[in-house]
């Protein structure tokens, strides 16, 4: 696992794998991420996927809205919870975001004020 650093309007969260780091989630509840391509990581030699993992990333790929980080574990690693619908059942996933490459974060839009 390595270090995230992820940027959301001026603010700056590096997400550390030092557990001393632990964020509160007031401080990453906008945070959100979108899954853009399969990771770079899993096309490696030796490297080993299950099919579900492959198959509920394919799912996430297909999403139009991104999804949002849920938490952030004391290793600094970010985790997201998508719910799914599967042959007319609903699925609960959790997914911790350990790969560098085959997402990108997504900075919220800014609410425009008048007055």
Do not use: C
Request: net charge positive; proline share 6%.
């Amino acid at each position: 696992m390595t270090n995230f650093k992820l940027k959301t309007g001026a603010a700056v969260f590096h997400l550390a794998k030092s557990p001393r780091r632990i964020f509160h989630p007031a401080m990453h509840s906008r945070i959100s991420v979108r899954f853009i391509s399969l990771p770079e990581e899993w096309k490696q030699p030796g490297y080993v996927i299950h099919r579900e993992s492959k198959a509920f990333m394919k799912r996430m790929l297909g999403r139009k809205t991104p999804v949002r980080v849920a938490m952030i574990d004391e290793f600094g690693t970010p985790w997201i919870f998508a719910n799914t619908i599967e042959r007319g059942r609903r699925h609960y996933h959790s997914w911790a975001i350990t790969e560098q490459t085959g997402w990108r974060m997504v900075v919220p839009r800014m609410k425009k004020r008048f007055g």
